[in-house]
């Protein structure tokens, strides 16, 4: 499975950005897509997550800020980054997880390339 996302930049504080993820390949389903972001020195951390049926989960420090959605139709994940801070200055990567189109449908775990989001102060 392939991940192709889209939607990182430059932006000031308090500004905002839409990051878009869109998985392709031999998909039977899709349970969770979600956002990580790693900043330098620092380990990769969970931003935000969807499920199939729409349930979420945020990281406390995006709570308010962040939105995730996805389109199941068309495996596309989105992050809404509303009042961006400083500190959300990171490499943010697509992450899903659901089971290949295959005999056995074999789970799968794919990964996005990242997409950088700088927030200047």
């Known amino acids: 499975v392939q991940l192709q996302a889209s939607g990182g930049g430059l932006v000031q504080t308090g500004g905002s950005l839409r990051l878009s993820c869109t998985a392709s390949?031999?998909?039977?389903?899709?349970?969770?897509m979600g956002w990580y972001r790693q900043a330098p020195g620092k380990q990769r951390e969970l931003v935000a997550a969807?499920?199939?049926?729409?349930?979420?989960g945020y990281a406390d420090s995006v709570k308010g800020r962040f939105t995730v959605s996805r389109d199941n139709a068309k495996n596309t994940v989105h992050l809404q980054m509303n009042s961006l801070k400083p500190e959300d200055t990171a490499v943010y990567y697509c992450?899903?997880?659901?089971?290949?189109?295959?005999?056995?449908?074999?789970?799968?775990?794919?990964w996005g390339r990242g997409t950088l989001v700088t927030v200047s102060s």
């Open positions: 992450n899903t997880r659901g089971r290949y189109y295959n005999s056995n449908y074999d789970p799968f775990d794919s």
């Open positions: 969807i499920t199939s049926d729409g349930s979420t």
């Open positions: 390949g031999s998909i039977f389903s899709i349970n969770i």
